[in-house]
């Protein structure tokens, strides 16, 4: 919602212009048309900057961070062995169903995760829906993005279908930074489909949850990415993984070394602490400005 008529007139009166984006990775459309419009462009992706180039605008890395008033350890049992907060989209359903297939206890909250067992006509609609779409589509394209869209569904409903002690609905902020403490192992997922079709390509991108769950005292386990290792020394201050495999091999790993799991949970911490704050973030930015 906005209007780069004011965005220009701001900048006449000599006024500093900013605008952040994230998801630049898979959701470029959405900035694509204001981006020449400001002073700088802050884009949470590393590589997302060649985007901005392409269109004539001024790109800037501005990295995700968190805040420590809020994003911080609780006093609480660790009582959950694996946990992710976040929508059910792109690969998530099968890295949880990974796990729990080899045993692992790991527990899913958020949008996408309960509807099936919950909404059963909804599920029983949208399946016919795919269905129909993929029956009367009119190219190869057509039926290939809607029968992906029905694998999707079908896939997260099982997940939903076999493991209903294990998915749950949205939590609390406060909530959410519990469940940090409250788990043996805090789980993130980079994987987006471009444009969130599951018949378009896999990227990754960084979440604010890279930073929110080490600076709330979370043994966190994460996709690996040149980027994150920039932010953070990969099996040292966060866990990483390249696949599946790797992810059940780490996490069982930890499970098993409690003495080894809080290291690299307290160096996550010191580390979140030190560089990723938006104060840190907000000083980087006003020295580029010249502020």
């Not at 004011?6 to 006024?15: K, M, N, P, S, W």
């Not at 180039?53 to 911080?72: C, E, H």
């Not at 998530?92 to 006509?121: E, I, M």
């Not at 994150?228 to 070394?257: G, I, S, T, W």
């Amino acid at each position: 919602m906005i209007e780069v008529d004011a965005i220009d007139e701001i900048r006449r009166l000599g006024v500093p212009t900013c605008n952040f984006s994230c998801n630049n990775a898979h959701q470029f459309y959405l900035v694509q048309n204001v981006s020449p419009h400001f002073d700088y462009n802050l884009h949470s992706e590393k590589d997302a900057r060649a985007k901005f180039l392409t269109i004539g605008a001024n790109p800037l890395w501005w990295p995700m961070a968190s805040n420590p008033k809020y994003f911080k350890p609780f006093d609480v049992p660790r009582t959950i062995e694996a946990s992710f907060v976040g929508a059910n989209y792109a690969l998530r359903a099968r890295y949880v169903a990974h796990l729990l297939q080899n045993g692992v206890d790991v527990h899913a909250f958020g949008p996408g995760w309960l509807w099936a067992t919950t909404s059963a006509w909804r599920s029983v609609a949208k399946r016919i829906k795919y269905l129909l779409l993929t029956a009367t589509a009119r190219s190869a394209q057509a039926q290939y993005a809607a029968s992906a869209q029905l694998a999707d569904h079908d896939f997260r409903r099982s997940l939903a279908v076999s493991f209903p002690e294990n998915v749950h609905p949205p939590v609390s902020d406060e909530e959410l930074i519990a469940l940090y403490s409250r788990s043996h192992v805090s789980l993130g997922f980079l994987e987006v489909y471009d444009r969130h079709e599951p018949s378009r390509p896999v990227t990754q991108h960084l979440h604010l949850r890279e930073f929110e769950a080490p600076m709330s005292g979370a043994l966190y386990c994460t996709g690996y990415t040149d980027e994150l290792a920039e932010m953070f020394e990969p099996d040292k201050e966060v866990l990483v993984y390249r696949n599946q495999h790797e992810l059940l091999e780490k996490v069982r790993y930890c499970l098993a070394h409690p003495e080894q799991a809080e290291q690299v949970r307290q160096a996550g911490r010191k580390r979140a602490l030190a560089e990723h704050t938006y104060h840190a973030r907000f000083r980087t930015l006003f020295e580029s400005l010249g502020l």
